[in-house]
């Protein structure tokens, strides 16, 4: 742990960030650079996989998007373990995700 992580905290213990958002093949968007951010701030990422891209610099020519119950249990299995001192959503790909995910944070340790 680096000590500008261990200062942010005042517990010496480094902060945790649960990104919900797609997956981008091409590493420049998505939960990917969600993780690259978290990491050059001091911050522990985790995820929640919404959907997966087929996706390069010049677009997304393709996506599928995952289950409701898959991304929830996602969302339960990294909270209820790791837990998540804040967390930002991406692409939420359909309603049906949407609602999952604020459901998810109205009965999880999501809340604040």
Known sequence: ??????DRTGSGAVRTALTIAGSDSGGGAGIQADLKTFAAH????VS???AVTAQN????SRFEALSPDLITAQ???????IGAD??????????????????EEHTSELQS
């Not at 742990?1 to 261990?6: N, V």
């Not at 969302?75 to 373990?81: F, L, T």
């Open 75 to 81: 969302i339960e299995a990294v909270v209820s373990d």
């Open 48 to 50: 929640a996989i919404t």
């Open 1 to 6: 742990m680096d000590a500008t992580a261990a």
């Open 86 to 103: 804040a967390a930002k959503t991406g692409m939420l790909p359909n309603a049906a995700v949407v609602e999952a995910v604020r459901s």
């Open 42 to 45: 001091g911050v522990y990422g």
């Open 57 to 60: 610099t010049l677009g997304v």
